[in-house]
């Protein structure tokens, strides 16, 4: 993956080397290819999935869902979402780390979706086996929606780069 193109607000106390934020979250997104995905429904309870996901250097997230499931029909009503990406090989207590993202999620439009369609393929080979071109996501012709997730905030967890119990909280800022 480039660089991240984004920039990082620190959203507390603790001051950070940007270089090493930046290359622990593309480290950490690269290395990892599944995410956890809450959402809320509009009687405010909670819902939680697994996708897997890419990403680009502003830090938006690509993910399938299919129309009618209930995650998907929630960020109809509210775009609010949240996602993990940790390892779960990690051995508790040793070197931990993993990334909380805080953002909204809609379904990817017209002006987006030739790169989204290009982000995904390229992180996963076979996706351009099954949906052939991009218009396929905007026209109905497959049974999936392309969803882009707009990072807003993020809390990085390191412990190899930054030392342990160490949360950093950051606002994401789009150039």
Known sequence: MSELTCSFEPAGEIKVDTDKVEGSISR???????????????????????????????LR????????????R?????????????????????KLCGIQ??????????GLVMHAYATYAKRFLKFSDWITRPAELLSGAC??????????????????TFGKDVFINLAVVRK
């Open 28 to 58: 950490l997104l690269s290395s990892e290819k599944l995410c956890s995905v809450a959402s809320v429904s509009n009687t405010n309870r909670a819902h939680i999935n697994t996708a897997f996901f890419a990403f680009d250097d502003q």
């Open 61 to 72: 997230l690509f993910l399938l869902f299919e129309p009618q499931s209930r995650h998907a």
């Open 74 to 94: 929630y960020f109809g009503n509210n775009p609010s979402a949240a996602l993990t990406v940790f390892s779960s090989a990690q051995t508790w207590g040793e």
């Open 101 to 110: 993202l805080f953002g909204e999620i809609k379904k990817v439009d017209a």
């Open 143 to 160: 049974t999936t929606n392309m969803m882009v997730f707009e990072t807003e905030s993020l809390t990085l967890f390191d412990e190899e």
